[in-house]
């Protein structure tokens, strides 16, 4: 009689037998298609467009969805193309990349670098350049819908897969999402994105259980006073000197208002007021941003800005109908939270595909991303935005022996192992597509 544990014992190997043949059909597929996704991925780097301009990228988006026989929209929501492929009963997985460059002049010295100059939506011209990655993330993500198409026998579901627009803007997302991306199309069962690390290893990838990315909001601050001769500063109420007072006082927020376990930044980054050295100006401007994890932590922070700037108005002598106009921006980017459950599954679908030792635990960021938008609609969809090394190991030796970092994000510098990169982040997007359609 054959034992019942023999039997499960048989079962078990011939599924790691299984997996272990899909994880090799997965890696050579993957390489097959970095070496098509490289060439797309220089071309995207020679052309970069600015956000909400994103008009040739929709379009070779568009065009390569449609090559892989994907069911295609174009213009939704603005620029963003949507691409759905159906392949039998199972989960629907979405997949989103991001499109826009940024207003910088390239100095990489790459022969394929950015020499485009683009208009500005106040009129002015800038030179524009992929140093976000963006490049790299539609390549890769060109790169995985490619390999899921060859390899539609190893899984059953929905792709539902997005090129969104203006990423960096913070507005693609929502306009996406308020287009009817989670109605006119299958509802994700999961979402799931990348975004490359300068300061990861190709090769490598970066996870994170919970906040990935800082919320972000913008706040603009109009002091009023009352203007004259610098000649003269006892008959003017001086904005400049309310002004700073604010700048000063806001920096107690965070050290004495907020938990020292709670996340916030507070940041003056523009103060702008008075036009010659003598004359004592009628208002004086200023921009903030914010960054935050916590809904509950970035109400306080917004309250105490309020408070703090009527007050030092109130010091200065100021009447009421000329207190400080403190304007929060509707326009925000919510923080980026990732499944816990989610990220643990990946985690294990990307040991197989590339190695536990090349999993990083990384910590979160301060920085915006609009990802997390996709995960605050009422339809609660698990996401998992997943850190893709993107720094040659040879180079972070070096850089590491001269105590020097690897030129961050927004850099015009910005130099990513671009072949590495890619290849790594086919191998485990795929992995992990196929790893939730099978579970």
Not at 181 to 197: E, G, M, S, V
Request: aromatic share 6%; hydrophobic share 40%; net charge negative.
């Amino acid at each position: 009689m054959i034992s019942k544990y023999f039997i499960i014992l048989v079962a078990m190997t011939i599924q790691l037998s299984a997996f272990a043949q899909i994880t090799e059909k997965i890696r050579n597929e993957a390489k097959i298609q970095t070496e098509y996704s490289l060439k797309l991925c220089k071309y995207l780097h020679q052309n970069p467009e600015l956000s909400f301009h994103e008009f040739e990228t929709a379009k070779r988006m568009a065009a390569e969805l449609k090559d892989a026989g994907f069911d295609v929209t174009e213009h939704f929501g603005g620029n963003s193309v949507v691409g759905v492929l159906k392949n039998g009963d199972g989960p629907v997985i979405m997949l989103r990349t991001d499109m826009d460059a940024l207003p910088i002049q390239e100095k990489t010295g790459f022969e394929f670098a950015s020499t485009k100059i683009a208009e500005t939506k106040d009129g002015d011209e800038v030179a524009v350049m992929h140093a976000c990655g963006h490049d790299i993330h539609m390549s890769t993500w060109t790169g995985t819908v490619r390999t899921l198409a060859t390899l539609k026998d190893e899984w059953k579901g929905t792709l539902l897969v997005i090129a969104q627009q203006a990423e960096e803007f913070s507005g693609g997302a929502r306009e996406a999402i308020d287009a009817g991306l989670f109605t006119k199309f299958p509802t994700p069962d999961y979402a799931l994105a990348f975004h490359i690390n300068p300061e990861l290893e190709s090769g490598k990838i970066g996870l994170v259980g919970g906040p990935v990315f800082a919320g972000v909001k913008t706040v603009e601050i109009t002091v009023f006073g009352k203007g004259g001769h610098g000649a003269y500063p006892e008959k003017c109420i001086d904005p400049i000197v309310i002004a700073s007072r604010i700048v000063l006082d806001l920096q107690t927020i965070v050290s004495r208002e907020i938990s020292p376990l709670e996340p916030i930044v507070v940041t003056v980054g523009s103060i702008h007021g008075g036009t010659r050295p003598n004359i004592i100006p009628n208002e004086v401007k200023m921009e903030l941003t914010l960054r935050y994890y916590s809904d509950e932590a970035i109400k306080k922070v917004i309250a105490a800005i309020k408070r703090i700037s009527k007050s030092a108005a109130q010091m200065a002598g100021m009447p009421d109908d000329k207190l400080p106009d403190v304007f929060v921006l509707p326009v925000e980017t919510p923080p980026v939270l990732n499944n816990s459950e989610l990220s643990k599954k990946i985690d294990g679908f990307a040991s197989e595909i590339i190695g536990t030792e090349n999993i990083v635990e990384t910590s979160p960021a301060m920085v915006g991303e609009d990802f997390g938008k996709y995960g605050r609609t009422p339809e609660n969809i698990p996401i998992c935005l997943i850190w893709l090394g993107s720094t040659n190991p040879e180079l972070m030796k070096e850089l590491n022996a001269k105590g020097k970092k690897p030129f961050p994000l927004h850099s015009p510098n910005l130099n990513p192992d671009y072949e590495k990169t890619i290849e790594t982040g086919i191998k485990v997007m795929v992995g992990n597509v196929i790893g939730l359609m099978r579970k």
